[in-house]
């Protein structure tokens, strides 16, 4: 399997170069690799807008036009590499324009052996500003292939003129380690490197790793903490913290192998699994085994291609919830499959990251509310272990999700005694876990833990 960028996520748009660099980038929506911020700086040169001027400072404004000039500098007394160059962009932020057409207007320079302060001169049509709306310019330095420096946005009044900025002052760059937001099953957390320590942020805390040494990937552990771990391969990374395992994390959208998707009327079903892609309708092999190459449309889309013979198969992920029309099943993905001229329809992932991940607060126990400021909780680990509190004990047992359904089995509580009351809500809890049949989600994001006997729990996560 080969993995090509698409639009939107590590490669730039091939018309608005600063929603790479100082888009992507500086708000940590995309990927922040040597290779990655490369080609987004080959992107630049290749494809800037009609509004990049030349690096010339003494250019004139007048009533047709707005010119704000300024001086990049830091306060450190390193040197620039001779092949460093510069950035200056000025953003449309206003609520209502789309992420692609916020650059006005930019500049790029090559330094060509100068050092700060670096002046620039960033010509635009006073026609394509508006007293309306909000501007903000932002600059930034890059060496080869590694963006080093940037400046705090910078609010600008639209004014025909020149309009002198004085110091524009830069700061270190501190890129992020792969993707500044991962999903860990339903658990969201964010990553990104200050200096050599990794911040990681997850369930509302703040964790701070640093490196230790790994036979694969990149390591990090918070130091008097080994229990709290980060350890990324790749896109993905396993997480641990507090001695509690997450379900493995990756960028929003990201397509997991084994990875199944599969449709009703006619029956399909594709899996990707092993680098290579093998479809099946009505019990027939279409494509035994072929390599598939994977394009990243956007932070939630996945286009899956591959091809055997004459036989083209294209298919569209989307990370959204989707339910099987047949079994009832819930699956994290929508997949649209076309091959053959034909256009099918259906659901793909793991069913169990979408409960996986965070610690659910029972509400509601067989539609007939909970004990005020009791404690009921559910907790699917990634290992197939169900854990939590029944109002009094904790109780633990092994669950699986299977195409009969959802069951708990081996289950064992502590055996603790609390006030009559809770013991009785406790037994409902039990009784209704030990005939666990499936589950579903309100509109509002509820989850609903359905069980034999018309019994239901309902919860809700963080």
């Not at 099918?344 to 004990?371: F, H, K, P, T, Y």
């Not at 089995?409 to 666990?436: D, G, I, W």
């Amino acid at each position: 399997m080969r993995l090509i960028p698409g639009p939107g996520l590590c490669t730039a748009p091939r018309w608005k170069i600063g929603v790479t660099l100082l888009g992507a980038l500086l708000l940590l929506g995309g990927c922040s690799d040597a290779p990655s911020e490369s080609a987004a700086v080959a992107d630049m040169a290749q494809d800037a807008p009609q509004t990049v001027v030349a690096a010339d400072p003494l250019i004139a404004a007048d009533e047709s036009r707005m010119v704000l000039r300024g001086q990049l500098v830091y306060r450190s007394r390193g040197a620039l590499a001779p092949n460093s160059h510069a950035l200056i962009e000025l953003r449309d932020m206003s609520e209502s324009v789309q992420p692609g057409a916020a650059v006005i207007a930019e500049q790029r320079f090559s330094l060509n052996g100068r050092q700060v302060p670096l002046e620039f001169a960033l010509e635009l049509s006073a026609a394509d500003l508006s007293v309306d709306r909000e501007y903000q310019l932002r600059a930034a330095l890059a060496e080869a292939e590694r963006t080093t420096w940037i400046s705090e946005p910078i609010s600008i009044t639209p004014e025909p003129g020149m309009l002198e900025l004085g110091e524009v002052t830069l700061m270190p760059f501190r890129a992020a380690a792969f993707s500044s937001v991962l999903q860990c099953g339903r658990l969201q957390v964010s990553a990104g490197y200050e200096g050599d320590t990794l911040v990681l942020e997850a369930n509302g805390e703040k964790h701070l790793l640093l490196p230790v040494a790994s036979a694969s990937g990149a390591r990090f552990e918070a130091e008097g903490d080994p229990d709290t771990r980060f350890w990324s391969k790749g896109s993905s990374a396993d997480l641990i913290i507090h001695a509690k395992r997450y379900p493995l994390c990756v960028p929003p959208g990201e397509i997991i192998e084994p990875f199944v998707a599969r449709g009703n009327e006619p029956f399909w079903r594709l899996d990707l699994e092993a680098s290579t892609l093998r479809l099946t309708r009505l019990e027939e092999e279409v494509i035994e085994a072929a390599d598939y190459t994977q394009t990243v449309e956007s932070s939630s889309q996945r286009r899956v291609r591959a091809a055997q013979g004459d036989l083209l198969v294209d298919m569209q992920v989307t990370q959204a919830l989707c339910k099987d029309s047949m079994s009832g099943m819930l699956y994290p993905q929508t997949v649209e499959l076309t091959y053959a001229d034909q256009r099918l329809q259906g659901c793909g992932g793991d069913s169990l990251r979408l409960v996986q991940g965070v610690e659910w607060m029972v509400e509601d126990i067989n539609q007939a509310g909970i004990i005020d400021r009791s404690h009921v909780t559910v907790n699917f680990g990634p290992d197939g272990l169900l854990f939590g509190q029944a109002s009094c004990n904790n109780y633990r047992g092994k669950y699986e999700l299977s195409g009969e359904g959802l069951t708990l089995s081996a289950a064992a509580t502590t055996r603790k005694a609390c006030a009559p009351a809770l013991m009785q809500q406790e037994q409902r809890v039990l009784t209704a876990l030990a005939s666990l049949q499936r589950f579903d989600f309100t509109e509002d994001g509820a989850l609903i833990l359905y069980a034999g006997d018309g019994q239901r729990l309902t919860a809700r996560a963080p």
